[in-house]
Every structure is written in C-alpha cells, then in structure tokens.
C-alpha cells in the first residue's frame, strides 16, 4: 500500500493568513502516461459529509473557493489557504488514487490562532 | 443534487456482524462505483472496499476476508457487512460515490458504529 504522511498534524493561522498542508507518499503518485498526479485533498468538519477539495493535484472542485489551491509533483504534496476563514476550521486529508487500495494521510487540524 | 445517507446499527455486539445502508438520492445509482470508507476516532480515514452499480466488488486486502458489499438497483441502496468486529471496528463509517477511479465526489454524514457488549 502506498502511505500517505501529513505534515504538520495541527496548525493555527491567524484570520486572513496563509495556511500550509503538506503531503509525502511513500512512492509516486505521477502516472507518466497522462502526466497525471492522482493526489486529491478532502476537508472534514463534524457533523459534514466530507468535502472534495482538489484532484489531480491542483485542480479545483467545482464551487471550492480559489484561496484553496494544491501544488507538487511525485511525491510531495501541498495545500494552501491563501487567506484563512473562520468557515476553513476543520480537519483536511490528503488521498492518493494512484493504486489500490486508496489510502489516506493522517489529516491535519486547521484552527484559528 | 445527489446525496447518500447512512442507516443501520449504531451499537453491534464482539464477534456479531455490523450491517449499514447507504441511501442514495438525487441520482441514479446506476453507472457508477460506491465505497465504503471508515474513520476510527483520533485515527485517520480507511478505505473499506466498493461495489459497481452490476454488482463486482473489490475489498481492501486488510478487510477482505470480513467483508462483503452488494446492491439493490431498485431501491438505490447499496449495503456494508463486516463480520466478527471486535473493538478495533468502532468507527465512523461513511459511504461515497466515486467519480474517476477512487476519487470520491459525494459522501454521506458518516453514523458512528460502536462494537462494544
């Protein structure tokens, strides 16, 4: 199984700042053939059904706000809220789609400061 | 705009079987595959296994021989069973629908399934 690994596990970033997710696999998630990334982000608040944020590395979700955007190749992975909101606190997930079975980073808590 | 429910059980018993549906609406659960993903507290998310609207299944290796999956077409429904749970199984468990390949679109709220006596 191909393991995903969150950095940081939580993070506070002040209202309006930037806030930084990072995502290692344990081995590429770059398909040659299409050039393709299959790394997706997800965002989890209680009580929600869980949220697709980003897919294919850096492509947007239809309706998800263009303060998230996903950036890396191969093997390492980033999330960025360029402007952090109260309605961003929750807990967000890296996947990998590349090989089965799916599998999931640790998550990584996004408070308020 | 399509939406999945979860049913079933929220307390199962050590070594019994735990069964949920999922309750798909606003969409056809024809055409497409449904996962079951699973979330211990304090851990991360786990990928149960999924099923195709005909009926073929695949399994996460580390479930596979606890698991099975099938599908009502007629009540867009698709269903989980996991057999001899024991303590390791309390989760939130989540069903979904997936677009390309293991990309999940659409989830459900999650409903918590404690295994406890």
């Known amino acids: 199984d191909i393991v995903m690994t969150q950095s940081p596990d939580s993070l506070a970033v002040s209202l309006g700042e930037r806030a930084t997710i990072n995502c290692k696999s344990s081995q590429s998630v770059l398909y040659r053939s299409n050039n393709q990334n299959y790394l997706a982000w997800y965002q989890l608040k209680p009580g929600q059904p869980p949220k697709l944020l980003i897919y294919w590395a850096s492509t947007r979700e239809s309706g998800v706000p263009d303060r998230f955007s996903g950036s890396g190749s191969g093997t390492d992975f980033t999330l960025t809220i360029s402007s952090l909101q109260a309605e961003d606190v929750a807990v967000y997930y890296c996947q990998q789609y590349y090989s089965t079975p799916p599998t999931f980073g640790g998550g990584t808590k996004v408070e308020i400061k | 705009q399509v939406r999945l429910q979860e049913s079933g059980p929220g307390l199962v018993k050590p070594s019994e079987t735990l069964s949920l549906t999922c309750t798909v609406s606003?969409?056809?659960?024809?055409?497409?595959?449904w996962s079951w993903i699973r979330q211990p507290a304090g851990k991360g998310l786990e990928w149960i296994g999924r099923i195709y609207s005909s009926g073929s299944t695949n399994y996460n290796p580390s479930l596979n021989s606890r698991v099975s999956m099938s599908v009502d077409t007629s009540k867009n429904q698709f269903s989980l069973r996991l057999n001899s749970v024991t303590a390791a199984d309390t989760a939130v468990y989540y069903c979904a629908r997936e677009g390309a390949g293991y990309l999940f679109h659409y989830w459900g709220q999650g409903t918590l399934v404690t295994v406890s006596s």
């Open positions: 606003g969409g056809s659960i024809s055409s497409y595959y």
